[in-house]
């Protein structure tokens, strides 16, 4: 009898461990379709060409973006200039973040105004940065560039929630 009870709780205990696994892939998978959806709306809403091809000279037009298979989309605004990024390097990051909403919630960063002292950042390192930053660093790759970059939550610095990012960055590479 006692083995039968022992038996019946265990075999409830896996069906719902089972049924809630199921449940939370499902609402993850709902949420990274919002997620999707929400960075479609915004590319309409902006009129924002998405580019079959990277630029050659790496620049782009103010309405144009390229989607990276790993999620990223991102727009060279500004080249920079001098040495091109290595690993260990010290990135000073200014930036602007917003949600992609029709009314976004803007974080901004910019400025001495905004923020005394800007983000310090070893290219190559994820302290302080997270995957989305570390692509963008990569393709800015020199002193005084400035880009924007939509950054899915999966690349983000949280992938438990389910928020994609516009990102804003400046970035100053310090001499050695």
């Known amino acids: 009898m006692i083995k039968r009870l022992i038996y019946s709780l265990l075999v409830v205990g896996v069906l719902s ?5 199921c449940l939370s892939s499902t609402s993850y998978s709902k949420e990274l379709e919002k997620e999707e959806n929400l960075i479609n709306a915004w590319i309409k809403r902006n009129g924002i060409k998405i580019l079959d091809k990277f630029p050659e000279d790496s620049l782009f037009a103010e309405d144009e973006m390229y989607h990276f298979k790993d999620g990223i989309y991102f727009q060279l605004l500004e080249k920079g200039k001098g040495d091109t990024l290595r690993n260990g390097d010290v990135i000073i990051l200014r930036y602007k973040q917003s949600t992609l909403d029709k009314n976004p919630i803007v974080d901004d960063y910019m400025t001495v105004e905004d923020r005394e002292h800007p983000n310090e950042i070893i290219y190559g390192s994820m302290t302080n940065s997270c995957k ?13 560039s400035y880009a924007r970059v939509i950054v899915p939550s999966k690349l983000g610095f949280n992938d438990a929630v389910v928020i994609p990012f516009l990102y804003e960055m400046r970035i100053r590479i310090l001499p050695k």
């Not at 461990?17 to 696994?21: D, G, H, K, P, Y």
């Open 132 to 144: 989305g930053w570390n692509e963008a660093f990569k393709l800015m790759k020199r002193d005084s």
């Open 17 to 21: 461990q089972t049924l809630v696994s």
